[in-house]
């Protein structure tokens, strides 16, 4: 003990070095005699691989610099277990880290660090690494592994000779170390990975890490074999479907196509007439173009006659117009003149108003200083009156010294009421505080009842999740229960229990869906109002039933008994009758026994295939189901002939709903216990209410002294506060005094300023009469320019009438001419759409261009549009008669009849390819599930093996898909920790995190025992553990590694029990780091092992 304190207190200083210490401990006590320098440690470990101790290519020594957390520390492991302990954050990892690094490891099998640069010591350079492995045959490989921060690389040394990756990889290789192999290396962070996974990942994991080099492969082609196979497969029904399809639908139009080609004959007859008739209706179209070409001519020469006569006149307009806008351009010159002269006027008459203001100025100015004098009279002479009546009130105050001499006495009173209130509180802080414990404990009273009754909620609450409607209807049915003659009694699954929690699974199980969620009505009328309001109102759906005594008034429960008594069932192997599980209300117990026969119901906790054979012939059909904790049974009576029995079996789920169950007798409990604590409560108040009024009236007594002395202080401040009003009021008397203002000399100088003014004023007077002489003569000068433009207007309204009277029979020519032109433009677009359209059926360019053989077929029609236009019409007939059918149906049966072959071709090719890949599948299935089947059978035989050893049980399967989805194949783990429990499966449903930890250890381990392997490192499997765990598994991992043969095995923990089996074979490394701490190589174990052994003897002596 006083080692483990010693070793506590030194992680408590700050280290500056990292060192490891091997120590083999014996039994829990350290070995005594043991007194060796760090030089004999090393030469002792050389002679144990001389011995043989040591396996091939198990780790005889490691050396880390400036590694993670380390300055320098180099472990010597031992043969056997290497226990690494101690606190978080001193290192452990690091070490498991090194060994993965020096040796040719990935950083990502370490899950932590992306970077290699990442380990190297912060602030540091560089790092390196250095590993020795144990080579019976020849020299031990010693692995050097150089890291550098700046180019985040390495360089690799083996056996003091410059290397690479490959050759390392190599000779760790041919040492048999698999890094990548979850049965060998686990780091920290991949143990909670392995801890996570489901049952699936489990069985590629355990394939990877103990199978054959094929079984992983095969799995995985498997799962791709069965993906491909359901493709094939649906592709194959596909494309049968489509075969038949299509070959159906051809047969269905058959007919219709027959008649679609009879209707071809007709449109082909059809679209030569009309080809004939759009050359013949361009024949007529052309002679009308020309004639109208004609008039177009005759109208251009009229027009051109017009324009000729108007030109003259139009040139003299144009002349008149360039005069107008000269004249125009001097009116606006002469127009912006008079502007401006209006504006210099106007701005003159704005100086000129100013001056008004300039002369009013002064005289305002002076007004302001005589107003000002007279109310400094006023001031001067109310200031001497308000000092005078202040002094008179300075008289009435009272002396300083009776006021100083009445402030003490009160604060005197104060202090012994504060001393008093001082013991009264004390008083009531000591009760307030028991009675304070009383509702602290009260309150944790009602906390615990809220919980023992968050059943019924949590219960609601699972219900909201998985039936939405029922949840709904309870809620309204909680605010709407006085609208019914009687309670509707809610679905069971909120108010039925079950009265042993051990057969929860098989009471759910009895409750059907339909019935989990039923309401029952006890009279017919609530069952209608309720049915109403449900469907009409909440437009919800949800099962009510009526009460069977409504129906049948003598009914009861008693009425529905077993047919025989417990006692006699167990012969069988039954343990209960249902009806006697289930707490319920009675309406609920009726509607079981009526409609599902409640009370013939068995209840077993297992039961064989021998013991289900032998129920059947013993019972005769009298029960009619029962219960086992995974399946329900119905038993089946052949209603004719010898009236066999049969069964039908049914798995049953995890209960959902009646997992919660509330407690009664504890709710009472808890009630019972809040009214005595209430009782409790109560005694306090009278005490506390008599302290009170005291501390009540002399609170009242110290606000009246407080309120005299207040009073007495204030009567001092008014003093003072006085005193400095009347030194300030005498100080503004003098300041008005010395302010007086000389009315005769502002008299002057007001009458100097208006003088100035006036001056001025006259100058700016004559300004303006100048402005206005230059504006009159501008007004001439504008007014002759309007004059001369008015007289060129009127000249030319003159011309302008003229030239109206000429451009009217002018546009009468153009109207003339351009309806020559729309007519003849008409009649040749008229002519070139009957072109257009006689090229585009015909497919040629002009009459010229057609081939005689088609010139015969048109001569074979009539020559006249009329007759044309009555052949067009017979075939057209003939045509619509078939126009119901689509005109691509033709198409569409040849071109199915084509797809008809293509699909028959790859239907046969689909079958085909089909039986291949399922004789495929079976072989490669066969070749992968017996040896998978086998190795498994070795692993549960270990991991069975290793959970007897500690009391327990454990079992390993395969879990297999009968789908055969090869992806659904998984490793089903049952644990068993306790002996009244069944084995079940290993889930964090179940299983709390310790019980986890150890079943994931054990299956490593029994993984690990199947396999071989120089070295096992596992970090930190004991986190989450129990004491009583965490020492089974230790003692379990020591009795592996003692075996002959056995794997070299690091376990890392940042602790480790007391009194541990420690054999031979087990060496304890203490990690310690910190910034005071000396060098690995400096530390002396010699006298560590002495004061370790005196400390043990002295503890001896004094037990």
């Given at each position: 003990r006083k080692l483990n304190m010693e070793r506590q207190n030194s992680t408590l200083r700050a280290p500056a070095e990292a060192s490891a210490v091997g120590t083999r401990l014996l039994n829990g006590h350290i070995e005594r005699g043991i007194k060796r320098s760090n030089t004999d440690l090393v030469s002792s470990a050389k002679k144990k691989m001389k011995k043989g101790e040591h396996l091939k290519g198990s780790i005889v020594r490691i050396r880390l610099h400036n590694f993670l957390t380390f300055d320098n520390i180099e472990l010597l492991p031992g043969p056997g277990l290497n226990v690494i302990v101690g606190p978080n954050g001193t290192g452990k990892s690091s070490?498991?880290?090194?060994?993965?690094?020096?040796?040719?490891?990935?950083?990502?099998?370490?899950?932590?660090?992306?970077?290699?640069?990442?380990?190297?010591?912060?602030?540091?350079?560089?790092?390196?690494?250095?590993?020795?492995?144990?080579?019976?045959?020849?020299?031990?490989?010693?692995?050097?592994?150089?890291?550098?921060?700046?180019?985040?690389?390495?360089?690799?040394?083996?056996?003091?000779?410059s290397s690479t990756m490959k050759e390392v990889q190599r000779v760790v290789s041919e040492m048999n170390v698999q890094l990548a192999n979850k049965c060998q290396f686990l780091p920290q962070d991949m143990v909670v990975e392995f801890a996570r996974m489901n049952s699936f990942q489990v069985l590629e994991e355990t394939e990877k890490a103990v199978g054959t080099s094929e079984m992983f492969e095969l799995h995985q082609k498997l799962k791709n074999m069965k993906s491909s196979h359901k493709d094939i497969f649906s592709s194959l029904?596909?494309?049968?479907?489509?075969?038949?399809?299509?070959?159906?639908?051809?047969?269905?139009?058959?007919?219709?196509?027959?008649?679609?080609?009879?209707r071809q004959h007709a449109l082909t007859c059809l679209e030569i007439l009309k080809e004939k008739k759009c050359w013949v209706l361009y024949e007529a179209a052309r002679g009308e173009y020309l004639e109208m070409k004609k008039n177009k001519s005759k109208a251009e020469s009229r027009w051109k006659k017009a324009q000729n006569e108007n030109k003259p006149l139009e040139n003299q307009l144009k002349q008149l117009e360039?005069?107008?806008?000269?004249?125009?351009?001097?009116?606006?010159?002469?127009?912006?003149?008079v502007g401006d002269k209006q504006r210099d006027v106007t701005r003159s008459k704005e100086v000129l108003d100013q001056f008004e203001d300039d002369i009013d100025r002064p005289r305002e100015e002076l007004e302001n200083k005589k107003k000002q004098e007279r109310q400094r009279q006023g001031k001067l002479t109310r200031a001497k009156a308000e000092i005078e009546e202040m002094e008179r009130q300075l008289c009435s105050f009272v002396s300083e010294d009776d006021i100083k001499v009445q402030l003490a006495e009160k604060t005197d009173e104060l202090k012994e009421i504060g001393r008093k209130l001082h013991d009264i509180q004390l008083q009531q802080q000591q009760i307030s505080e028991q009675k304070q414990t009383q509702i602290e404990q009260k309150n944790r009273h009602h906390e615990e009842l809220r919980r023992v009754?968050?059943?019924?909620?949590?219960?609601?609450?699972?219900?909201?999740?998985?039936?939405?409607?029922?949840?709904?209807?309870?809620?309204?049915?909680?605010?709407?229960?006085?609208?019914?003659?009687?309670?509707?009694i809610e679905p069971m699954i909120l108010v039925a229990n079950c009265r042993d929690q051990q057969y929860l699974k098989q009471v759910e199980g009895f409750l059907n869906n339909r019935d989990k969620f039923s309401f029952i009505a006890q009279t017919r009328e609530d069952l209608t109002l309720l049915r109403r309001e449900v469907k009409e109102k909440l437009r919800m759906s949800v099962n009510i039933v009526l009460d069977p005594k409504v129906l049948d008034h003598t009914e009861d429960i008693s009425r529905y008994t077993p047919f025989a008594n417990?006692?006699?069932?167990?012969?069988?192997?039954?343990?209960?009758?249902?009806?006697?599980?289930?707490?319920?209300?009675?309406?609920?117990?009726?509607?079981?026994?009526?409609?599902?026969?409640?009370h013939f119901v068995l209840v077993a906790k297992e039961l064989f295939p021998d013991q289900v054979t032998k129920i059947l012939d013993g019972i005769d059909g009298r029960a009619r189901s029962f219960y086992t904790s995974s399946e329900n049974f119905t038993i089946i009576v052949s209603r004719h002939g010898s009236r066999q029995t049969s069964s039908?079996?049914?798995?049953?789920?995890?209960?959902?709903?009646?997992?919660?169950?509330?407690?009664?007798?504890?709710?009472?409990?808890?009630?019972?216990?809040?009214?005595?604590?209430?009782?409790?409560?109560?005694?306090?108040?009278?005490?506390?209410?008599?302290?009170?009024?005291?501390?009540?009236?002399?609170?009242?007594?110290?606000?009246?002294?407080?309120?005299?002395?207040t009073g007495l202080m204030a009567s001092r401040r008014d003093k003072a506060k006085l005193v400095s009003t009347i030194k300030a009021r005498r100080t503004r008397l003098n300041e008005l005094e010395n302010s007086v203002v000389d009315i005769e000399a502002e008299e002057e100088t007001c009458r100097l300023a208006i003088m100035r003014v006036q001056r001025d004023r006259v100058q700016c007077a004559k300004k303006i009469a100048s402005h206005f002489k230059g504006l009159v003569a501008q007004l001439n000068e504008h007014t002759i320019a309007l004059l001369n433009r008015q007289t060129i207007v009127m000249e030319r309204e003159g011309v302008q009438k003229r030239f109206a009277d000429l451009k009217q029979c002018l546009e009468e020519a153009q109207a003339q001419l351009n309806e020559a032109k729309r007519l003849a433009d008409f009649a040749k677009e008229k002519a070139r759409h009957c072109l257009t359209d006689a090229q585009r059926l015909s497919g040629v360019t002009s009459p010229n261009d057609i081939t005689s053989e088609k010139r015969e077929k048109?001569?074979?029609?009539?020559?006249?549009?009329g007759e044309i236009e009555e052949r067009i019409h017979e075939y057209k007939t003939k045509a619509d008669l078939c126009y119901s059918l689509d005109t691509g149906l033709i198409e569409q049966f040849e071109r199915r009849n084509t797809e008809i072959e293509e699909l028959q071709v790859e239907v046969n090719e689909l079958q085909a390819q089909y039986t291949g890949h399922n004789e495929e599948v079976e072989e490669m299935k066969n070749n992968w599930l017996g040896p998978l089947k086998s190795l498994i059978s070795k692993v549960d035989q270990k991991f069975s093996s290793f959970f007897s050893t500690m009391g327990c049980a454990g079992e390993v399967s395969l879990q297999e898909d009968k789908d055969n989805d090869f992806s659904k194949y998984g490793i089903a783990i049952k644990v068993k920790f306790r002996p009244k429990e069944e084995l079940q499966i290993l889930s964090t449903s179940r299983q709390s995190g310790g019980e986890r930890s150890v079943s994931t250890m054990l299956y490593l381990m029994a993984l690990q025992d199947?396999?071989?392997?120089?070295?096992?490192?596992?970090?930190?499997?004991?986190?989450?553990?129990?004491?009583?765990?965490?020492?089974?598994?230790?003692?379990?991992?020591?009795?592996?590694?003692?075996?002959?043969?056995?794997?070299?095995?690091?376990?890392?923990?940042?602790?480790?029990?007391?009194?541990?089996?420690?054999?031979?074979?087990?060496?304890?490394?203490?990690?310690?780091?910190?910034?005071?701490?000396?060098?690995?190589s400096n530390w002396n174990i010699r006298k560590f092992l002495d004061t370790a052994g005196s400390m043990y003897e002295d503890d001896e002596e004094e037990q």
């Open positions: 070490v498991v880290c090194g060994i993965c690094l020096g040796l040719a490891g990935h950083q990502r099998l370490l899950g932590r660090a992306k970077e290699l640069k990442d380990f190297v010591k912060y602030s540091k350079p560089k790092a390196y690494t250095e590993v020795e492995l144990f080579n019976p045959s020849g020299t031990n490989p010693l692995i050097r592994r150089e890291i550098t921060r700046d180019s985040n690389s390495s360089t690799w040394i083996l056996n003091g000779k029904k596909e494309k049968e479907e489509m075969l038949e399809k299509k070959t159906r639908e051809n047969q269905l139009i058959q007919n219709d196509v027959d008649r679609l080609r009879e360039t005069s107008i806008a000269s004249y125009n351009e001097d009116e606006q010159k002469c127009k912006r003149k009754r968050d059943v019924v909620n949590r219960r609601l609450e699972t219900l909201r999740q998985e039936n939405k409607s029922c949840y709904d209807v309870v809620q309204w049915l909680r605010n709407h229960q006085d609208r019914f003659q009687r309670p509707i417990i006692s006699v069932m167990r012969q069988y192997g039954f343990e209960q009758w249902m009806v006697n599980l289930i707490d319920a209300p009675a309406p609920i117990l009726r509607v079981l026994c009526k409609y599902h026969f409640l039908k079996r049914r798995y049953l789920e995890n209960p959902l709903y009646l997992g919660s169950t509330l407690d009664d007798s504890r709710v009472q409990e808890i009630e019972q216990q809040i009214k005595d604590v209430d009782r409790s409560i109560k005694l306090f108040d009278d005490p506390l209410a008599d302290l009170g009024q005291q501390e009540h009236k002399l609170r009242r007594d110290d606000e009246t002294i407080r309120q005299e002395k048109y001569d074979s029609y009539p020559n006249s549009l199947i396999t071989s392997c120089p070295f096992r490192a596992v970090d930190e499997i004991n986190q989450g553990m129990d004491p009583i765990n965490e020492r089974r598994v230790f003692n379990l991992i020591v009795s592996v590694v003692n075996k002959p043969d056995s794997s070299q095995y690091f376990l890392l923990t940042p602790k480790l029990l007391s009194d541990l089996n420690y054999t031979a074979s087990v060496r304890v490394h203490a990690i310690s780091n910190g910034v005071e701490m000396s060098p690995f």
